[in-house]
Every structure is written in structure tokens, then in C-alpha cells.
């Protein structure tokens, strides 16, 4: 089955407001990496993980890798906030820095 | 800072066709890797390199070579197109195959006639 489950899969926000992305392992990870895809297609870089919460401006994300999961916290939502977000976590054992990725949340922030 | 770049942006192909996508990076990383995402769906690891001329298969090897020429190149070959195929190949870097994040470059867009 999928290790990594990635929920919602579609998000619907108004301007300002704000609400939670998570992922849950079936697995042990690592680390955990979240990007938002922009309507070009490129993948920004929001966090990396492997313990503990890190917080960059409105965007927060928490990793708890003894429970499991991940979750990203987007608050007073901007349309430019809009876009693809993905989690992407790192399994032990592996060589390389193997990442995978859950399915996506598609965020829409509308005024 | 630094960039990984991806040539084409977009490729259109013919079914059966041998297809080759280039990616360069200047962070002087020494891993980097070829994802494949398919619309409404994550990415799939491909291949991946830990140093020059070092290839490690991913999940969906199948049906593609790889080659990493030297430290800051890593091009990916799609050995035969299928027909209908559309799908965005995505490349990646880190500075090495432990625990660091991954920068990915814009992509290139495959479309198979």
C-alpha cells in the first residue's frame, strides 16, 4: 500500500482565512519535505524535516516521526498561496535520498 | 544559491521514439535524481545518482536509461515512447544521499503523438 497518505486532496480557502494539510506514514520516516507546485509546474522548496516544527512566515509544519506523521499549517491564506502542495518523506534504509511523495493537496484560495 | 536547469521545457515525441531530457545543476551537489509525474498524481523516482557514473534505479526504472555524464549533469532517456504518453519529468539535486533537501528544476513537458 501507499506509505505516504496525504489528505486533504483538495482544499477550498477564502482570503485570510487558514487551515491544516497532513500526511501520515505507514511507515517509520526519517524526514519529511513539503513543496507547493505553482501553476507553472515548478516545485518550491516550503520545508525540511526530521524533527520537531519550523515556521516561515504564514506557513508552519510540524514533523512527529514516533507518531508518524507530518502536517503544514497555511494561515491568513493569500491567493498567491494557490497551488499543488506535497509532502515527500525520507524512509530509513534506504540509500540516496529516496524520497515518497503522498498524492498532493490542490489548493484554491479565492477572495 | 543556485539553479538546476532542464532542457526542452517540452518535448513532443512520436510513439516508438528514443527521447533524450537534460538536466544541469550549479549547486555542486552530488546526488541527483529523475522523478516522473503523471497529472493529478505525486512523483515517481526514476533514477538517481549518488557521484559521476554512479546510476541507482528507482521505482520506474523500466523503460527509461540514464546517464551521469559528470558531477553537474544527469540526462534521462526515454528508450521508446508510447503512444499517448503525457507526463512531466521533473529533475532534482541534493548535496548528498543523506539527510538534505532536494531542489528540483522547472521540468519538461513529454507529449507522445
Known amino acids: 500500500g501507499d506509505q505516504v497518505e496525504q489528505s486533504p486532496s483538495a482544499l477550498s480557502l477564502h482570503e485570510g482565512t487558514g487551515s491544516a494539510l497532513r500526511c501520515n506514514f505507514t511507515t517509520t520516516m526519517r524526514a519529511v519535505q513539503w513543496f507547493q507546485q505553482n501553476s507553472r509546474g515548478s516545485l518550491i522548496n516550503l520545508f525540511y524535516?526530521?524533527?520537531g516544527t519550523k515556521e516561515n512566515g504564514r506557513l508552519k509544519s510540524t514533523f512527529n516521526s514516533k507518531e508518524s506523521y507530518s502536517t503544514l499549517h497555511i494561515r491568513d491564506a493569500q491567493l498567491e498561496d494557490s497551488g499543488t502542495y506535497f509532502c515527500a518523506a525520507d524512509g530509513y534504509g534506504s540509500s540516496g535520498n529516496k524520497l515518497i511523495f503522498g498524492i498532493g493537496t490542490l489548493l484554491s484560495v479565492k477572495p | 544559491g543556485g539553479i538546476i536547469t532542464q532542457t526542452p521545457k517540452f518535448l513532443i515525441g512520436q510513439e516508438g521514439q528514443k527521447l533524450t531530457l537534460k538536466c544541469q545543476q550549479n549547486?555542486?551537489?552530488?546526488?541527483m535524481y529523475w522523478y516522473r509525474q503523471d497529472s493529478g498524481k505525486g512523483l515517481r523516482l526514476i533514477y538517481y545518482s549518488i557521484t559521476e557514473n554512479d546510476l541507482q534505479k528507482g521505482d520506474l526504472s523500466e523503460g527509461y536509461d540514464a546517464s551521469r555524464e559528470k558531477k553537474s549533469s544527469f540526462s534521462l532517456t526515454v528508450t521508446s515512447a508510447q503512444k499517448n504518453e503525457m507526463a512531466v519529468f521533473l529533475c532534482?539535486?541534493?548535496?548528498?544521499?543523506?539527510?538534505?533537501?532536494?531542489?528540483f528544476g522547472p521540468g519538461t513537458r513529454l507529449l507522445v503523438l
Open positions: 532534482a539535486s541534493s548535496i548528498w544521499g543523506g539527510q538534505d533537501t532536494q531542489y
Open positions: 524535516l526530521a524533527s
Open positions: 549547486f555542486n551537489h552530488d546526488t
